[in-house]
C-alpha cells in the first residue's frame, strides 16, 4: 500500500490523504491512445500505441536508459503514418532524438493512481485534479521539470501537447522546430496557488504511487 512520505504539517495538510488506499507499482496499460517515436542515425521509427498512455510521466521518470529501451522493445517502423493516431484521439505522445539528446512528450492528462480497474480510486477533488492535469499549470509542470530533468542527463526536456507535434498531420522531432503556440506560451497562464514545497509534496505523492515508493525508480527522484 502506497504511503505518504515526508510529513503533514500544516503547510502540506491539504494534500494530506491523496494517496492513501492506493496501490503503488509498475506502469499501468490502460489502453488509452498514444503516438511514440524515437529518431536514431536520422531515422525516425514510430508507431501508434495502446496502453500507458495516462501514466507517461512515470514512464519518462524512470530515465534516459529505461525510456528508450522500452521505445525500442515496441517493434516501431519507418513506415508509421498509417499506425499512428490523429489529432482528435491521441491522448499523448513522445519522440526522443536520439542523435540530438532531446526528449518532446506530452499528455492530456495523468492518472498515477490508475490500477486497470473499476475500483480504483482517481486522484479525485479540486487539488487531485490539479496534478493530473498539470500542464494547464506552467508553475507546476516546471517543477515537474526540475524533479525530471537529472534524470535525463545532457538532454533538452521540452513539454507540449500532444497534437503540437506528434499526430499524423504534424510529426516533430528536433524542439527548435516546435511552433507557437505552446502550453507555456498561453498569454494569462492559470497559476496553481500551491507553495513549492506542496507542488513537490504532490508530486512525490504522484511518484510514490505510479512507480511504488520501493522502486529503484522512485528512489533516485529528487524533491
Known sequence: MARIPGNR???????????????????????????IFYVEDG???G???????LNFPALIAKGEEETISWLKSQALGTDFKSTIWDEIWTEAAIVANLDDKELIFGF???????SGGEESPYLGDVLGKMFT??????????????????LWPEW????????EFAVRKVIITRIQDLKLPLIRDARFP????????????????????????DSAAYKRLKF
Open 133 to 150: 492535469e498539470f500542464l494547464h499549470y506552467p508553475d507546476m509542470w516546471k517543477v515537474f521539470l526540475e524533479i525530471i530533468q537529472p
Open 43 to 45: 531515422k525516425v521509427f
Open 47 to 53: 508507431g501508434g500505441h495502446k496502453g500507458m498512455t
Open 156 to 163: 533538452t526536456i521540452e513539454l507540449a501537447l500532444p497534437a
Open 108 to 114: 492530456w492528462e495523468w492518472v498515477p493512481d490508475w
Open 9 to 35: 504539517g500544516e503547510e502540506t495538510g491539504r494534500l494530506a490523504g491523496v494517496v492513501q488506499g492506493v496501490q503503488g507499482g509498475e506502469l499501468s496499460a490502460v489502453g488509452h491512445n498514444a503516438n
Open 190 to 213: 492559470p497559476k496553481s496557488q500551491l507553495t513549492e514545497r506542496q507542488k513537490k509534496l504532490g508530486f512525490q505523492m504522484a511518484f510514490a504511487i505510479a512507480l511504488g515508493e
